[in-house]
């Protein structure tokens, strides 16, 4: 599982209210990466980080913002959840072997948001 | 948008039959990855081909590339009732996937 954990796994929230997930990795890679996953979508990259402090957008970034203050921990957070945020969060590292990126991921989280 | 697309969207197999899946992809790639997702659990990464290599093993899997027709193709042989899962191509580039989404795979025993 590549030391990745993360938490809640599981969350019920009413729409309008703040939520934050996080990612926690235990092997200090520089890469992390928040998708969403949606039937008929297979896995979109919200946000990703390249470093401490250092993020970017990905394809469907806007409701969301992210932050990572130590090198381990990768926070994503829906600052007024909407029902269409209702989804499967997976976190993922990357290690790049070679200069070749292959991604491992977390267990994922389930959000619902009524 | 979606960089990777999958063909077919399911397919179902008896066991001991081969499973072929395609992918196909936009633009320019580093590589090109395959990911297995059993139901309720998360991504795990099967092979990885760069975009110099046109083919590639890894016991029971072999995955082609070809960058002039921004393909991929994904062959389990001899298919296990175990392999029933979804399977995702993923298209690499500066440090990103893009993900298809995704074939359902079903091996029937």
């Known amino acids: 599982d590549a030391g990745i954990t993360q938490s809640p796994r599981h969350k019920v929230t009413e729409t309008g209210t703040p939520v934050t997930l996080r990612c926690h990795q235990t092997?200090?890679?520089?890469?992390m990466y928040w998708y969403r996953q949606d039937p008929g979508h297979g896995l979109r990259l919200i946000h990703y980080s390249y470093g401490v402090k250092d993020t970017d957008k990905g394809e469907v970034s806007d409701g969301y913002s992210v932050s990572r203050s130590k090198t381990e921990d990768f926070l994503l957070t829906l600052e007024s959840a909407t029902s269409s945020q209702t989804s499967v969060y997976f976190c993922a590292i990357s290690r790049p072997g070679q200069g070749f990126d292959e991604q491992f991921f977390g267990p994922g989280t389930r959000l619902t948001v009524l | 948008s979606q960089q990777g697309e999958e063909d077919p969207q399911a397919l179902s197999i008896q066991e001991g039959e081969n499973a072929t899946m395609n992918c196909s992809y936009k633009t320019s790639i580093n590589n090109l990855q395959w990911y297995r997702q059993n139901s309720g659990r998360g991504l795990v990464h099967l092979i990885l081909i760069r975009s110099n290599e046109r083919e590639k093993h890894s016991g029971r899997l072999r995955v082609t590339l070809d960058t002039s027709k921004k393909s991929s193709s994904l062959l389990i042989t001899a298919s296990r009732a175990a392999d029933t899962a979804s399977y995702f191509c993923?298209?690499?580039?500066?440090?990103?996937?893009?993900f298809g989404k995704g074939i359902t795979l079903s091996v029937r025993p």
């Open positions: 993923a298209a690499g580039a500066n440090s990103k996937l893009t």
């Open positions: 092997e200090n890679h520089r890469y």
